[in-house]
């Protein structure tokens, strides 16, 4: 049985490509449509309308078909109540829950459209007395009001807001490419950085163990203690290959100088993690004095936090490192709270990890030197993502130079002469 | 201080270029040598045999380089007995604990050399009463008699094994190309699965989700049905799309058939996902018919166990993945036994994961386009790793066909016409 | 001084994405424009229609902005008549000559619209007394009369001919990827290539040296035996390494056999070049009896041709080399009439090549394991790429077998036993 | 019939990993060997010294595998006289030339050694009255005198020279890597080069167009203009998409301060070649005031050579451009005189055919993102390649501000402020 429903959306429709995808979604999904009215905007800045009626087979498919729009803004023109079922079971939402967007959210209830709160992708939106919130299935709990179907729920796009703030800045992923003028491309990430700051908003860092096999590691310590590190997200490896380099030399030390190093210096990194284990943490081994240099001694010594999370191809793991993954899911949601600005520097695992929590309204950066990461963010729903295709030891290495007064002195202070080695 | 030691070691030295990654790794510890003998084989299938003098400033740099010889094969002349020391504290090792390699390992205790049980390397070696087995350092426990020190740990080169074998198939990690007669490469695995199974070992593989965005899901089936998959590791993904695909036919449905999946489907997968959790697990699923087609369907039915470990990215997860690798990690060693062949198919993570805990002695290849993850795994200290840059659907394509009788027919009739299509 | 033209298209404008790339390009050329007319196609299948006022500061300008947006098959709404001017020098248009694009394409003279013959990008339109065709800039002579402006040139979108085909078989460059399923994309080239055998039409390959790397040539020897090569386009580099396999056994002998060719052999290209050389051409070297084997080989005995033109990294080159890569574009040229489809295999160089001659309306099949040759394919215009990231030797093994009777058989034939090897 | 010959080699055999590559191109050859004499180098910095007996089947194997060793440095033990014989057609080498290397070499006439001219691989050893000299298979004219045979030759392995050159710098192709301490890399290579300016010899650059798309243009101008490019090897490409850029603003003006360029013009790029060969040359176009910016305007305006050499893609091509490959060739050899280090940035293509003509003496640094072309290069012969992968853009600005005083000054004072982009 065909049933179907009327949608709209505003925006600049046409340029942004969206129209397209929307058509595309309708498609893939194996619905049809009937374009009712299309005010297309005349002029350049003009936004558009378009109303179009949605049909598919059945209302469950149709109903998760609207869902599937709602994530490229698209809105039931008549939404009506939102409708809530209980959870029956710890961690299992009911058959039609509603799937978020990480879209800003707003729901209808007793007649009112209620924003949610922290908007977050793929999970359900629990209602409680005062307020309406997104939940991951794994913390769903028996008895929780959980919105059900796609009714009584309106998403804003990102366009419309982005116009309103008026950026400099224009994030579009389709620029992705090593084949870009890269220089500029840091002036502009320093200069929304320094936007950010001032603003009093927090700076969020995911990163990779390349940041110190590139030896963009006393960069990145600047960037820390010039403040532009306000908490980073990374996991076992990265925070284990800087202690390493910290303990052993293995990296920033002489080695490095020659640019050879120790990179897969065989027990190095298993030693110093033991030896942070018996410091108890981080934190242990930077007041026992055991941990003296690099990137996590900057972080302590500045108090920024840090979220480690785990994962299967770990060894040890550190004593900071979450091993249940879903816990450290938690840790990193709990400091998303002030992010302004996200930045993801060389790994794919933890970018995505974080790609999934974020609300779309945060500008986001990709930096890798593979370009299936950066695409890989992109595809994942994260719309908002800018990717740049580039060598991170350089990129670093400029980012600190624009940011750090000063920045190049110190580097080339702490650099051995070149030509004395063989 | 400059102290030294005396190391000897016997097999295809030149050829192999083990001899020349010995040299190079005393130097990167900052190490010198002097070679005391050098008998080489003078014709192609001789042995040669090295005796070395090692030295390093002061006892601890030399026992650690000492160490990292090991992994080459290299062992001390006058080896002397193994000393060992308590661990103070659960999980963590004494300062000098003797970091294993993966080769078969021997240690000399009470004027004998005993075997360790189970190789797995960046562990320690725990002796108990009646044996001697590796521990990873998240295992040890308070009070454990654990080896340190380089004195007294033999370990069994790769090489002298493998022509002991006689096996028609080697693995050369130098192969890692996609300019290689790829047709032939499966054929020759395929023997050497036949092989393994021929000796009642059993055959590991290891995925990734792309086998089911490649439409490799159904030969992964046929393969699993014939026999030929005895356990699988993977994460939350590849069981997610593979659940998904079965459940919503986005990808192996009518629209795989048209070449065109809807393989982003935005909430098809956290659906699937709800919908087997609230089924309690996967053979849960299964039985309820909830679940009939697919991958994980097929193991179920076969009664083949999985292993499925999360990762930070994870969304869910299904029930049957276990949120903390460490945990995930003991369930993957808990499967290893029998194990006669791995094979490792578009997975990065899981790949590292399982080289990591996988003695040298188990042959194992390794699959992907992308040239890096192959060279990533034989990096991380996987030398028996042989890998093949290529495509994996058309890979598993042709390893079906050539591991079961009468797949192409199977395939055909599966498969709607051609020319159907829109 | 802003000066503005209408302009006017009709096709599937949404869905396909074009008319986004439409507004982006007035942007990128610092135009502006106003939509005049939007009928939007209100179902799925419906045909959309938009008219819109161009304007650019100056004439230049205006005039180059149009001609850029006839690559999207946007037209004039008044085109008025042709202008045209003579060229002043050899191989030099006047400075406002059309630039044409890779569509077919007609041109308003004598209030007529004629035809243009062989429609390829970035050439001038020469207008002689019987017919106007496309005119390469080294090829126009003093004297020719050439179009200028945009005024009185029109061009056919692909979409509206496609859909006349009603052709099973859709090209959408957006699905480059490696995630797909590979094996049915093959299954569909080879009904494709099938079908257009079937209405008389030539099947043109363009392919590289990792056709025998891959080892592959044995497949490709039967395609052509099959029929199924009419022409083929390359460089020296693949029928180099053809030539040297087959006449000293490097790669598809005993050495392929065993997996492990001498691929790098330091001079046997080298020699097998000067044997062809001695021999006056690759024909003579087969009449000769010097050459008996591989991909040139069976073309020669098929008789069928092919255009080899040179790179400044080749060695030798082969006698049949075009040196001059100009006179090597005229000779493919004049090979491109009654192609019905082309299939790229392995080789940026000549794919983009091909491409930049080939029309339009001529589909094509770009397969490469490298994403990026695929991806510049299409950014440089060939909008009707296909691309296929996969693995050149599973891909050719694998269509093959699709269109050669018993092809499995003849392969199995060849090949020595496995396992006879060490 | 087996025969044999004995060879030696002296140098750093094992940690170079030379000695394993000699007895693995004699397998791969089918020969056999036997080791007659290894005298190890006892400490670290002793050379060894081999002398090997090396058997085959048949002399003209024998043969072919003897010259294939000298590409290692491995010379006969008594090597005769060179025996020669006449070309009896131009263009054709008699059947068993003798193939040359890239190594230094000496050729044994009259009881004398006489050093060849000009090494160069794959060629021919041409003898003439007063000196022997290197010539391709291409230039060689009936009744010219050729080397045949491996007699009487002898080549001097490159790693004996380095040494005697006390060159801080080495290089290691096995460093390729996107992992690397990039930053520092930039610094040895510009140390590097104002050492080879230091002894007033060249420094040879040759170049891609993703020079320019990636926004360096304007750091590749300064390191013109303070003299670092004393000649530049470059196909149509790059120059055409620099001159398109100084002409129209695509790439350098206002756009690419905008982060976002016009890069695919359709139109512009074919605009500007018609421009410059209207005006005869690049050099004609500059002194006309048609081209007024862009690296090639810097090269004509300090007088510096280029070759450009073009390709089958091409499209016009500049006037400047070599449309004979084999005669563009000859152009860049002419160029050679003097060079003292070669740059390759972001050029598969040009950097293999400046690599097939360039002496292994002449150190030389391969730039580019993508791995594949630096491995690429290596495999080809050009053993002393240091490779680093890292993006185009920031390796320019970085190296031009080491090498150029005040550098990051005149850098930004032509970029517009950021912030007032839209």
């Known amino acids: 049985m065909i049933v179907s429903e009327t949608v709209e959306i505003r925006g600049h429709l046409i340029d942004s490509g969206i129209f397209t995808k929307i058509l595309l979604d309708v498609r893939e999904y194996g619905g049809d449509f ?17 109303r179009i009626s949605i049909s598919a087979d059945g209302t469950e498919s149709l109903s998760r078909l609207l869902m599937t729009l709602q994530t490229r803004g698209v809105n039931l023109v008549e939404p009506g109540e939102a409708e809530t079922r209980l959870a029956e079971q710890d961690g299992v939402f009911p058959d039609d829950f509603y799937s978020t967007t990480n879209l800003p959210t707003l729901v209808r209830m007793g007649g009112q459209w209620v924003p949610v709160d922290n908007p977050e992708m793929d999970c359900g939106l629990l209602v409680t007395a005062d307020r309406i919130r997104t939940v991951p299935v794994s913390d769903v709990r028996h ?36 084949e870009k003028p890269q220089a500029l491309l840091v002036r502009q990430i320093a200069q929304q950085i320094r936007e950010v700051k001032a603003t009093g908003q927090k700076v969020l860092w995911v990163g990779g163990p390349a940041i110190v096999h590139t030896g963009a590691a006393p960069a990145m ?16 490896a990265l925070a284990t290959h800087d202690i390493e380099a910290a303990m052993y030399g293995t990296s920033l030390g002489v080695d490095l100088a020659r640019g050879s190093g120790v990179e897969h210096g065989h027990e190095h990194h298993i030693r110093a993690i033991n030896a942070v284990r018996k410091a108890g ?7 026992q004095g055991i941990l003296t240099d690099g990137i996590m001694h900057a972080l302590v010594q500045a108090g920024k936090p840090f979220v480690l999370v785990g994962s299967v191809r770990d060894d040890g793991p550190l004593p900071d490192v979450y091993a249940d993954v879903i816990e450290g899911q ?45 695409t890989k963010l992109a595809d994942r729903g994260s719309a908002q993502a800018q990717g740049i295709v580039t060598d991170i030891g350089l990129f670093l290495e400029q980012l600190a130079f624009e940011l750090v007064p000063d920045y190049r002195g110190l580097a080339r202070r702490r650099q051995p002469k070149v ?3 063989r």
Do not use: W
């Not at 729920?153 to 579009?172: A, I």
């Not at 532009?228 to 996991?235: I, N, S």
């Not at 609300?359 to 593979?370: E, M, R």
């Open 143 to 178: 008895g929780d009001q959980i919105v059900c179907g796609a009714r009584g729920v309106k998403v804003v796009p990102l366009q419309t807001q982005r116009r309103r703030d008026e950026s400099g800045f224009e994030f579009m992923i389709s620029e992705v490419s090593s």
């Open 419 to 421: 030509g004395h080695h």
């Open 330 to 374: 938690r840790a990193m949601r709990a400091e998303l709270s002030g992010v302004g600005f996200a930045i993801m520097v060389a790994t794919m695992l933890h970018s995505v990890a974080t790609g999934n929590i974020l609300p779309a309204s945060i500008p986001l950066v990709c930096v890798d030197i593979n370009q299936a990461t950066v």
């Open 281 to 287: 943490s981080i934190a242990g081994a930077v007041q």
């Open 221 to 236: 310590v600047e960037l820390v203690n010039a403040g532009y590190v306000d908490v980073l997200f990374a996991g076992n």
């Open 34 to 50: 009937v374009i009712e009215r299309f005010d297309v905007g005349k002029e350049a800045h003009d936004e558009s309308y378009a």
